[in-house]
């Protein structure tokens, strides 16, 4: 496994931006796919974007299409999730998953991750 930490979250007003950080302790973080996973109270944690080991996928859920953006940076170690035109149904704690790239994490909607970090809070309130 590889050890994930978040950070970047905060309270913002609905309409506003976020940008979230995963740091990765592994100096082979080119062999992982990364995801971004929220979860509220009493709700199971779903999936929100994914992105292939080089970059070349990406995949979002319908609910952030269009507003949330997903990137690394593999000289880094790092994972971004930009967050626009936040909504307050987008109020989660946002974790950052990841797991080695291979036939396993082709559909990184359904892909099992094995790493995790401790998560990170967005909140969206007037």
């Known amino acids: 496994q590889v050890q994930l930490v978040e950070s970047g979250g905060g309270l913002v007003q609905p309409g506003g931006s976020l940008r979230l950080s995963c740091a990765a302790s592994?100096?082979?973080?080119?062999?992982?796919?990364v995801a971004w996973f929220r979860q509220t109270q009493g709700k199971e944690r779903e999936f929100v974007a994914g992105i292939s080991w080089n970059g070349h996928s990406r995949k979002y859920a319908d609910s952030v299409e269009g507003r949330f953006t997903i990137s690394r940076d593999n000289d880094k170690s790092t994972a971004s999730l930009e967050l626009n035109d936040l909504k307050p149904e987008d109020t989660a704690v946002y974790f950052c998953?990841?797991?080695?790239?291979?036939?396993?994490?082709?559909?990184?909607?359904?892909?099992?991750?094995?790493?995790w970090g401790q998560g990170t809070q967005v909140t969206v309130s007037p």
């Open positions: 592994t100096r082979n973080f080119d062999t992982y796919a």
């Open positions: 998953a990841a797991e080695p790239a291979g036939w396993s994490t082709l559909n990184l909607a359904t892909t099992k991750f094995s790493s």
